[in-house]
């Protein structure tokens, strides 16, 4: 089977891949053949889980900080239908 190398792949990201292999149980190579199925399956979809760190990472980034913030924003969500 032929080998693949990826170069100067930026030290927070191999991190990452690191914390995603171990957190699935697998060795890093394991994880990245894992990652190249899901990007390359026919279906196009992805089956990625996305674990509770990810997730907030992303609530985060949204910054709500009131409640009359998420009320508008899901009226604007209605608005856009």
Known sequence: M???SIKNVP???LERLRGRAKRNHRSLQGELRVILAQ???SDGQRHVKTTF?????????????????STR?????????
């Open 11 to 13: 030290s927070k990201e």
């Open 73 to 81: 924003m899901v009226r604007e969500d209605r608005d856009e239908r």
């Open 2 to 4: 032929p080998d693949l």
């Open 39 to 41: 990007a390359l399956s």
């Open 53 to 69: 760190e990810e997730a907030l990472t992303e609530l985060r980034k949204v910054a709500l900080k009131t409640p009359a913030e």
